[in-house]
């Protein structure tokens, strides 16, 4: 896995954000196992409900275009307009998504502009309640 390609990817993808109300723009960049690359940046209405998070973006674009199996993701974020200065992390919606569709062991990638973190699924989710428990009637 070529991580600052995918970081790369992130950042161009963050420049698609539309984020007139926080002013936080998210770019994610999601890798196939096959290696494609998915990208998508956070979307925000004025509802705030509505919003949709970078990483779903990624996700659920890739999942519609038939997308099962990955290997990585890159989340990048920070003040609209200005270059990436911390790490940051997907939200709790966003990791119960990635879990959804992804291994625990898979690499999620957070970069602050200088260093890339890396960091497991399930290190980010723990004690994940997925498919599993359904199947087991919990």
Do not use: W
């Amino acid at each position: 896995m070529e991580k600052q390609r995918l970081i790369d990817a992130a950042l161009d993808a963050r420049s698609h954000s539309y984020c007139p109300y926080s002013d936080f723009a998210v770019g994610a960049a999601l890798l196939t196992a096959d290696g494609k690359i998915y990208t998508g940046a956070n979307i925000e209405s004025a509802s705030y409900t509505p919003t949709v998070c970078a990483e779903r973006v990624a996700t659920f674009t890739a999942v519609h275009a038939g997308e099962r199996e990955f290997a990585a993701i890159a989340i990048v974020g920070g003040k609209a307009g200005e270059a990436v200065s911390d790490f940051c992390p997907p939200c709790g919606v966003c990791r119960q998504v990635l879990a959804e569709f992804c291994e625990g062991d898979m690499p999620v990638l957070l970069y602050d502009g200088n260093e890339i973190r890396e960091r497991t699924l399930a290190e980010l989710l723990p004690d994940t309640f997925d498919k599993s428990q359904l199947k087991r009637g919990i």
